[in-house]
């Protein structure tokens, strides 16, 4: 613990205007929204980066902190600024620190966590928004659009959808990295109804646990 608060304290007075007193230093400091994952850019056989306030290594989610005197810039772990407090600056300029700066933190996580997986889903959709103009207005699209955005996972009777629209229109597959919702009972009931070949269709993006489960259930 010690080393710990040495090297967040010599790194970030390193940084800073003031270069003696930490507490004045770190009212410097603030963060705005600007969440890294490094998994999204990680190359093969590469080590992810250490958090440069504390020098913890193997980061998969660095946040951008920046000086507001000198316009300097740290990615640091979110349990840096947890502890030492860094405000987060809201729209209308106001700091924000406690539980409602961590609460918004840990969304900005999960925001994240939800584009950075659908990554490739997303780019499927605008693709597919290019080739059938009009899909656009379809009321299943909306909501697949939203359920990704929202809970990072769909409806089966929206993946469904998605696919033959995939297939209809020429759009590569084989990359797309959707997940399908089984939490919800509708889902499930969405799923028990559907026919074989429309299970075979979505059954990928079904996680494994649940796909032997459904395997079984249409007899595959």
């Not at 913890?56 to 640091?76: A, C, P, S």
């Not at 993946?159 to 009972?185: E, H, P, T, V």
Request: hydrophobic fraction near 35%; glycine fraction near 2%.
């Amino acid at each position: 613990m010690k080393n710990y608060i040495e090297n967040c304290k010599k790194n970030l007075l390193e940084h800073s205007i003031e270069k003696d007193d930490y507490e004045i230093a770190l009212d410097e400091w603030y963060f705005l929204d600007e969440v890294i994952d490094n998994n999204e850019f990680l190359e093969i056989n590469t080590s992810r980066p250490s958090c440069e306030l504390c020098e913890r290594e193997d980061l998969r989610w660095q946040f951008v902190i920046f000086n507001k005197k000198n316009n300097n810039q740290l990615k640091v772990g979110s349990s840096c600024i947890k502890q030492f407090n860094v405000a987060l600056l809201d729209k209308s300029g106001n700091k924000i620190y406690g539980k409602e700066r961590n609460s918004k933190i840990n969304k900005l996580i999960t925001i994240q966590r939800i584009n950075s997986s659908n990554k490739m889903t997303f780019s499927a959709l605008n693709e597919l928004c290019k080739v059938n103009k009009d899909i656009e207005q379809n009321s299943l699209f909306i909501d697949c659009w939203t359920q990704l955005k929202v809970n990072g996972a769909i409806e089966p009777k929206i993946a469904l959808f998605l696919i033959n629209n995939f297939n209809w229109n020429g759009i590569d597959i084989s990359k797309i990295d959707m997940k399908i919702d089984l939490q919800k009972r509708k889902c499930i009931e969405q799923l028990n109804n559907m026919s074989k070949n429309a299970y075979i269709s979505i059954r990928l993006y079904i996680n494994d646990k649940k796909r032997k489960h459904y395997d079984k259930y249409f007899g595959i």
